[in-house]
């Protein structure tokens, strides 16, 4: 059974901490890992990663993936508030792309 | 910028009725999943949809549930004879290429 692990489940700071979120999975037929931030409802994609090595990176959020050691990070410098939300790792499997989701960490922000 | 559309936002129904729960995927989408999450556990995947047909399905979808594409742009999940534990989140999801999956809004199942 594939699975997807998340960690920590959630986490408290302070406005201008640096964050980071990890995400190790065991799956089989990888295709690729997604971070989503997941505020009141829909996940919001943020990225999709398919490479070890490769910095993929959004103005403060960027992440990493590990195909070997089979994990992903995804940090997030000088929090703002806004950043206050559930994010989720999800790993895409199979000729059908199916995707298998971790629990998902709440990162609160606080001013 | 083009989104994924759900309706309704919440659903209230009693046991045992049929419900149908619509989507709008983002046009030229080719690839489209229904994924459901009950309160307080994972998102977990349903059905996957290719080419007007099931390409996968979860344990979770069993005969109970069907999914149509009827015209072209609506892409309908539809639960026959609802449980207690049908309730939950459903996600609507589409995407271009596979991998990228962009999610609706939601429809909040409530099943009494």
């Known amino acids: 059974e594939d699975k997807v692990v998340q960690s920590p489940l959630s986490l408290v700071v302070h406005e201008g901490d640096t964050v980071t979120l990890n995400c190790s999975y065991e799956?089989?037929?990888?295709?690729?890992l997604l971070w989503y931030k997941q505020e009141k409802k829909a996940p919001t994609f943020l990225f999709m990663l398919t490479s070890s090595g490769i910095e993929k990176k959004s103005g403060r959020l960027s992440s990493i993936l590990d195909k070997k050691e089979l994990f992903s990070i995804l940090n997030i410098t000088a929090t703002q508030t806004g950043d206050s939300a559930i994010y989720l790792c999800a790993v895409c499997t199979g000729a059908n792309s199916k995707l298998t989701f971790g629990k998902g960490i709440t990162l609160s922000v606080r001013p | 910028e083009p989104e994924v559309t759900q309706t309704p936002s919440h659903q209230v129904t009693q046991m045992g009725q049929e419900v149908i729960l619509r989507c709008v995927p983002i046009?030229?989408?080719?690839?489209f999943y229904w994924y459901r999450q009950i309160l307080g556990q994972k998102v977990e995947f349903l059905v996957s949809f290719y080419n007007n047909e099931i390409s996968e399905k979860s344990e979770i979808f069993d005969d109970q549930f069907s999914v149509e594409r009827p015209d072209g742009s609506n892409f309908t999940l539809k639960i026959r004879s609802t449980k207690l534990e049908d309730s939950a989140m459903y996600f609507c999801?589409?995407?271009?290429?596979?991998?990228?999956?962009?999610f609706g809004p939601g429809t909040r199942l409530t099943v009494l």
């Open positions: 046009s030229n989408h080719l690839y």
């Open positions: 799956v089989t037929n990888f295709r690729s």
């Open positions: 999801a589409s995407s271009p290429v596979k991998d990228t999956q962009y």
